[in-house]
């Protein structure tokens, strides 16, 4: 199965899990999340594997997530409306968001996708 690696060019960490990834030599689907942001269905799967905790997949250092429309309006919406909005809104995912079969994987922190695709470097 083909990884989906949804990134933000101008994203550090987005960078230096790109370079991992091409050093280990993955194939992946590189898709910009602003334009193009996962759908609630991979949302879904990124928020069960954080143990249902939203604010894990939120990029909650985004100008949109500061946005007092968003931010005040955000604690009453139901775990649907979120990840509606996120769907919508790429900006306020947290990234790098990769996704492989059952490889749910956001940020960048290289002994974590280590530990996660340690079956696939073997």
């Keep these: 199965?083909?990884?989906?690696?949804?990134?933000?060019?101008?994203c550090e960490s987005c960078r230096k899990a790109r370079k991992w990834l091409n050093h280990k030599r993955f194939a992946y689907e590189s898709i910009e999340i602003r334009e193009c942001p996962?759908?609630?269905?991979?949302?879904?799967a990124m928020l069960d594997?954080?143990?249902?905790?939203?604010?894990?997949?939120?990029?909650?250092s985004s100008m949109d997530y500061r946005d007092p429309k968003v931010?005040?309006?955000?604690p009453q919406m139901?775990?649907?409306?979120?990840?509606?909005?996120?769907?919508?809104?790429?900006?306020?995912?947290k990234r790098p968001f990769l996704i492989s079969?059952?490889?749910?994987?956001?940020g960048f922190k290289p002994?974590?996708?280590?530990?996660?695709?340690?079956?696939?470097?073997?």
């Design 1 to 10: 199965m083909k990884m989906k690696f949804y990134q933000y060019e101008k």
């Design 38 to 44: 996962p759908p609630v269905k991979e949302l879904k």
């Design 49 to 60: 594997a954080h143990g249902g905790r939203l604010k894990k997949i939120m990029n909650t």
């Design 71 to 74: 931010k005040e309006k955000l």
């Design 78 to 93: 139901t775990e649907k409306d979120v990840l509606s909005l996120l769907s919508t809104r790429g900006n306020l995912i």
């Design 101 to 106: 079969g059952n490889i749910y994987l956001q």
């Design 111 to 122: 002994d974590l996708w280590e530990k996660a695709f340690a079956s696939l470097l073997k």
